[in-house]
C-alpha cells in the first residue's frame, strides 16, 4: 500500500486527506494509507468559543453557498441538516459623518446602478457625478489589456476615486485584509478585469444579465460553528484509518534514498516515509520546505505576505446597543476617524442578526474586525487595550453604552494572504515546481481563494493530483 502524508491540518488538509482516502465513495483497495500532521490543533483557522452560553466562531463565521464546494462537503458528510442559512441582507458603510445603507446590486463592491440619493449620500455630489459617467459616457481603458491589473486603479479609472475609497476598498479589501490598490483582479475578481479594460460601461458589463444560479441564501453557516466542521472531517478521516497527529511541526521534508520511499517528512515526532505528500501549509512555511529542493518555488511563495487581523466579540445587554433596522454589519473605510483617531476596526457584524439561532432574549452579539496589511496598530495593543478599543468604537457607530456583559479577543497572526498583482503567475509557478519534483502538491489559503469553498477545493485538486501521480508512477 502506498502512503501519502499530508502536512497541515487546516480545512485544505483535512479535504485533501478526505479526497485521498476515497472523497464521497470512501476508500476502495487502491486507497493509500494517509497520515496527516499539524503543528497546533486541526481546524486551522476555522475555530469556535463558548460566548455567553452559545457556540460563537472566531474564525471565519459562514460561507459563500453558491460557490459548492463547502455545501457539497457537508452534504458527503452526512450534515446537511446543520446548515443554517444567513438570517438578513444588506449591510451599511460608514460614509461622511454617518451609516449609510449600501446600494443594492453591489458587485464585490462596485456599483452595477446608481441611485441618484444614494450616490450623494455616500460619495458627496462631485464623487456621484464621476460615477454616473460610466453608464452615459464610458472612460475607455487607458492602456492596452494586461494579463493583470490591480483592482484599484482599475476601478478609479472607469468609476472615480470615491467609490474605490467608500465602497471597493471596504469590502475587498476587508474580506483579504489588504488593501484593493494592490490586489489582483484577476485572481480575486476575473470578471471585473475583463470589464475594466474595455472601452464600454464597467456597471453595465458587471451588472446580472439574468437571476440564474442567484436561489437560495448566499451564505451559510453551521448550526453548532464553522469551527465544527474540522471535526466533523476529522471523524471520518478517524473512520478510514487516517492517523491526525497533532501538537508536532514538520522540519523538513527531503527525498528519500534510493530504492526506498521517494519521501522523507521529519518532525518532532520522528520521520515518516511517503510515497507522496500534500503541503497544507502557510506560504511561509511551504516555502521553507520546498527550499531545498526548487528555490525559485520557494521563492515565489516567500513573494506572498500575509496580514494578522484581531477579531472582538462582544456581549451586550440589547438595551445598551442601538442597532440600524437592518443588516448584517458595517463596513469602516481605511483612515475613517473615530473617537480616538483613525478607526482601528474594519468592520463590526450583528452576530445574532446574521445568523438568528445565536439570538437570546436581552442581549446583543456583536463581533468587531480589525487589522489590515498595512495596519499593525492591532500588534502593538495588549487584548485588554483591544477589547475597550472596540466598546469605544461601537460607541461611536452604535451607541453602545455601559460595560460590555463579555469580551472574547482572538487574533490571527499572518492569516490573510495578500493575492497582489501576478498572483496567479506566481501561483502556477509554484504549482509547477511543486509538480516537476514528482509525488508532491501544495493546498491552502494561498493559492486559488482565501474563503473556505476555495480551500476545499484547493485541498481536494491536490489529493487528485497525488493520486494521478501515483497511479501513473
Known amino acids: 500500500m502506498t502512503h501519502v502524508v499530508v502536512v497541515g491540518g487546516g480545512i485544505a488538509g483535512l479535504s485533501a486527506a478526505y479526497e485521498l482516502t476515497g472523497g464521497a465513495g470512501g476508500p476502495t483497495p487502491a486507497t493509500p494509507s494517509v497520515t496527516l500532521v499539524e503543528a497546533a490543533d486541526l481546524g486551522g483557522k476555522l475555530r469556535s468559543a463558548t460566548v455567553g452560553g452559545r457556540t460563537v466562531d472566531v474564525g471565519p463565521d459562514g460561507f459563500l453557498a453558491r460557490r459548492p464546494e463547502a455545501v457539497a462537503l457537508v452534504g458527503e458528510l452526512g450534515a446537511a441538516s446543520a446548515l443554517a442559512p444567513v438570517g438578513a441582507t444588506g449591510a451599511w458603510v460608514l460614509a461622511r459623518g454617518r451609516l449609510r445603507r449600501l446600494p443594492a ?27 454616473s459617467v ?4 464610458p472612460q475607455p481603458a487607458r492602456r492596452s489589456p494586461l494579463p493583470d491589473r490591480a483592482i484599484g486603479p482599475l476601478v478609479a479609472d472607469k468609476l472615480g476615486r470615491r467609490v474605490v475609497d467608500v465602497l471597493v476598498d471596504p469590502l475587498v479589501g476587508g474580506i483579504h485584509a489588504g ?53 466533523m472531517v476529522a471523524a471520518v478521516l478517524d473512520a478510514r484509518g487516517v492517523v491526525c497527529t497533532t501538537g508536532h ?61 484581531v477579531v472582538v466579540t462582544l456581549r451586550y445587554r440589547t438595551e445598551e446597543v442601538t442597532l440600524p433596522e437592518e443588516g448584517t454589519g458595517v463596513l469602516i473605510p481605511a483612515g475613517t476617524n473615530g473617537p480616538d ?82 498572483h496567479l503567475v506566481r501561483v502556477e509557478g509554484i504549482e509547477a515546481a511543486a509538480a516537476s519534483l514528482g509525488g508532491l502538491a501544495v493546498a491552502g489559503a494561498a493559492y486559488r ?15 487528485r493530483a497525488v493520486r494521478s501521480w501515483l497511479t501513473q508512477s
Open 134 to 137: 460610466d453608464l452615459f459616457a
Open 105 to 131: 446590486g453591489l458587485a464585490l463592491g462596485v456599483p452595477t446602478r446608481l441611485r441618484a440619493s444614494e450616490a450623494i449620500g455616500m460619495l458627496g455630489v462631485r464623487g456621484a457625478l464621476r460615477a
Open 179 to 231: 488593501r484593493v490598490r494592490d490586489l489582483s483582479a484577476a485572481a480575486v475578481f476575473p470578471p471585473l478585469l475583463d470589464a475594466g479594460q474595455g472601452r464600454g460601461s464597467l456597471m453595465r458589463a458587471l451588472k446580472p444579465t439574468s437571476a440564474g444560479g442567484a436561489d437560495g441564501p448566499a451564505f451559510v453557516t453551521l448550526l453548532d460553528g464553522v469551527g465544527s466542521l474540522p471535526g
Open 249 to 309: 511541526c514538520v522540519l523538513a521534508v527531503r527525498r528519500g534514498a534510493a530504492g526506498a520511499q521517494r519521501w522523507i517528512v521529519e518532525s518532532a515526532a520522528g520521520s515518516l516515509g511517503a510515497d507522496a505528500v500534500v503541503l497544507a501549509t502557510p506560504a511561509a512555511a511551504t516555502a521553507s520546505l520546498l527550499a531545498p529542493h526548487d528555490g525559485d518555488g520557494a521563492a515565489m511563495l516567500r513573494a506572498i505576505d500575509a496580514a494578522s487581523v
Open 341 to 422: 483617531g483613525a478607526y482601528l476596526a474594519t468592520a463590526a457584524t450583528f452576530l445574532d442578526r446574521k445568523w438568528p439561532h445565536l439570538a437570546r432574549d436581552g442581549e446583543t452579539l456583536l463581533r468587531v474586525s480589525a487589522g489590515r496589511i498595512d495596519d499593525a496598530r492591532p500588534d502593538e495593543l495588549d487584548d485588554a487595550a483591544i477589547a475597550a478599543r472596540a466598546h469605544d468604537e461601537l460607541a461611536a457607530l452604535l451607541g453602545a453604552s455601559g460595560s460590555p456583559l463579555e469580551v472574547l479577543v482572538t487574533r490571527w497572526p499572518h492569516a490573510f494572504p495578500q493575492y497582489r498583482v501576478n
Open 449 to 463: 481563494g482565501v474563503g473556505i469553498p476555495a480551500c476545499i477545493a484547493s485541498g481536494r485538486a491536490a489529493a
